[in-house]
């Protein structure tokens, strides 16, 4: 328990020293050194917590990144890898700290619920990917235990069949030190927070393996998005997710 304590209270300290990087210091910083910076702030978190990132494939550097969705700790993970820009549900800039930190490494924030709030979001989308930069989505629209699927949500591919950009599916395994699956990484459900957070922190190793995937190209967002959900569903384990009843419970955007 006192090693998990202990790791909380360095959590603060680190997100408290980014929150200061973003107040006094970002503006001034080149885009490039934003970047770094991001990605060296993720690490140092990986490191903190313990985690060990393990990569198969090459990591992108430009297009749209399609991947799972496990745990609060997957941007963070990811971010550990590469500079990515994604696209999140609205509620994450209303969070104390971390919902600043969001925002000033250029989060696009999604009001779920809302179809008419798409439109938006796909133009901001494309301005990144025209401004080539490297856009992060978790198309099935919320999280999961990691053991399966759900359906991929077509809206969000939109910009990238537009623009002809590669999308590039991406697969997140969080496993214990022994190979096992890690149920206590996943994030989903009425899980709080903090208590997902005090269930990281008591871990003495966690695992984390990234695939990146070969990239895809196509005709439409639909043709997209049943490629991208195809290539990751490959590569997962586990029983199916009964994905109507879970998207039911969601209230997400068809």
């Known amino acids: ?17 980014g929150s200061g990087i973003v ?6 910083l080149t885009p490039e050194q934003r970047d770094q910076a991001l990605v060296s702030w993720a690490a140092q978190l990986m490191a903190i917590l313990d985690i060990q990132v393990e990569v198969n494939g090459v990591a992108p550097i430009r297009g749209v990144l399609v991947s799972n969705h496990v745990s609060w700790l997957d941007i963070h993970v990811l971010h550990a890898l590469l500079p990515a820009r994604f696209v999140s ?3 994450v800039r209303d969070w104390p700290l971390i919902g600043r930190l969001a925002e000033a490494t250029g989060t696009i924030f999604l009001t779920r619920g809302r179809k008419s709030d798409a439109l938006r979001v796909n133009q901001l989308i494309a301005a990144r990917l025209n ?28 910009p990238a069949a537009e623009a002809g950009c ?17 149920h206590d990484a996943a994030y989903y459900g009425d899980m709080s927070l903090l208590g997902s957070l005090w269930r990281v922190a008591r871990m003495r190793k966690l695992m984390v393996r990234v695939e990146f995937l070969p990239s895809l190209n196509a005709g439409n967002r639909r043709e997209l998005a049943a490629l991208a959900e195809t290539a990751v569903r490959s590569r997962l384990t586990g029983p199916a997710l009964d994905a109507q009843e879970k998207r039911d419970q969601a209230n997400l955007i068809p």
């Open 1 to 17: 328990m006192l090693t998990a304590l202990l790791k909380i209270l360095r959590i603060l300290v680190h997100v408290l020293h």
């Open 131 to 158: 401004a080539g930069e490297i856009l992060a989505i978790f198309p099935e629209g919320t999280t999961s235990d990691g053991r399966g699927l759900l359906p991929f949500f077509p809206f969000l591919f939109q």
């Open 23 to 28: 107040l006094w210091r970002f503006q001034a």
């Open 89 to 91: 549900k609205e509620e």
């Open 166 to 182: 590669p999308v590039i599916p991406c697969v997140i395994h969080y496993r214990h030190a022994d190979g096992g699956y890690c």
